[in-house]
T-cell receptor
């Protein structure tokens, strides 16, 4: 089945350490996104990429970096410059998907998320 | 900049009730509108997607409507069940930018 895989599910980071969150999709979607979700708050856009080898900053890009070397992969690195990285991180893609198993439509698909905690 | 508001922020209903969740957006030049469900600690599951040219979409007990001119969408859940308990989010991309803007969600609790 097509979808988005995020790994790991849980990640612990020490102070001053860089960590990388993985996001892989087999939906053949061009556009991919990273969102951050904090308790009681909505989702905020970190970075997005509309095509391979191109990406744009979202609303809260400081302290994060991304790469898009392959269509299927959009890893997010949380650097030591991100002062409050503890959050739930969600990866998404946009493109054609099968709606109710038979109707083609264009929409967003999300991964199951990575919970990052600073220890 | 697109802003999305969801009302109410939280809702608790007894099992079997029909209910309506509301979503409003400020920029009517939208590509589509999507409703998602999020269970605690989980990712988002797409429930319904309405193209800008459509008025509503139905899936099982769920019906979503879209009124672009007034900047509103509603999600109607018929005969609610405890398994419907989750946070429901609406999201809209502004025009062709395809960057989702989310509402803060409605946390639904269906009591058995």
């Amino acid at each position: 089945d097509g979808g988005i895989t995020q790994s790991p599910k849980y990640l612990f980071r020490k102070e001053g350490q860089n960590v990388t969150l993985s996001c892989e999709q087999n939906l053949n979607h061009d556009a991919m996104y990273w969102y951050r979700q904090d308790p009681g708050q909505g989702l905020r856009l970190i970075y997005y990429s509309q095509i391979v080898n191109d990406f744009q900053k979202g609303d809260i890009a400081e302290g994060y970096s991304v790469s898009r070397e392959k269509k299927e992969s959009f890893p997010l690195t949380v650097t030591s410059a991100q002062k409050n990285p503890t959050a739930f991180y969600l990866c998404a893609s946009f493109g054609e998907y099968m709606y109710r198993d038979s109707v083609s439509n264009y929409g967003y698909t999300f991964g199951s998320g990575t919970r990052l905690t600073v220890v | 900049k697109q802003e999305v508001t969801q009302i109410p922020a939280a809702l608790s209903v007894p099992e079997g009730e029909n209910l309506v969740l509301n979503c409003s957006f400020t920029d009517s030049a939208i590509y589509n509108l999507q409703w998602f469900r999020q269970d605690p600690g989980k990712g988002l599951t797409s429930l319904l997607l309405i193209q800008s040219s459509q008025r509503e979409q139905t899936s099982g007990r769920l019906n979503a409507s879209l009124d672009k001119s007034s900047g509103r969408s509603t999600l109607y859940i018929a005969a609610s069940q405890p398994g419907d308990s989750a946070t429901y989010l609406c999201a809209v991309p502004p025009g062709s930018a395809r960057q989702l803007t989310f509402g803060s969600g409605t946390q639904l609790t269906v009591l058995p």
